[in-house]
């Protein structure tokens, strides 16, 4: 298990992300095009990243437009910064709302390099979607790396289900399990579901393959029946 406070190193890289007062960086390459939606007849398994390639633009029409249909399934990602009430306290409100504003920024760039749908921020909270497991967990890791300050740390969960997509919001219980996934970890670490693990499994991106895992047993999820197994990604 790591140690608190360690952060994941990505199998892969982005290049710098721009924060506030960086000068202006030469223009990147266009991005590939997104890798194919969970679910969808066909699809191929993820490979490498789309991402890896340059920053891709955000993603245009609304959120149902891009998930294809009002029933989808989709990988769904919570981040979550960690002891934010007693980082709060300790900095201040105006402080903490600029830690809190530079997280949603780093994330969401990171999710639309990664392929994936910002559907909103909550309190101090992240939640997007995302067509693979493979790019929701590249996505986790690399948001892990850099969460938009050196002040912060983030726990990031993962689960994959079919949602109900709206105009600019999804629903259902593969949400609602989402956020337990994500409440899980006490640290800043990167957990995901069983189903999450057997989608990343199956889709078999190479530059995953040699990720390492932990599986917690016997856990009880809130308003969830049964025993569950999630997993960890162990930091390198």
Known sequence: ???PHDRYSPSFSFGPIKRRGDQPA????????????????????????????GPAPPAAGS?????????????IVFTDIVSSAALGNKLGNRAMDELRRAHFRCASELVNRCGGRVVKTIGDSVMAAFHAASDALDFASAVNCDPGDDRIVVRVGIHVGPVTVEENDVYGATVNYAARVVAAPQDAEVWLSSEAKSHVDQEGAPHQALLRWLNHTGLEIK???GKHILWSLVAR
């Open 63 to 75: 959120l149902l437009q891009w998930a294809g249909a009002p029933k989808a399934t989709l990988a």
């Open 1 to 3: 298990m790591k140690k």
């Open 26 to 53: 030469s223009k990147p390459a266009a991005p590939p095009a997104a890798g194919p939606a969970l679910g969808t007849p066909g699809a191929q398994p993820a490979g490498e990243p789309a991402s890896s390639a």
């Open 223 to 225: 308003g969830f029946p």
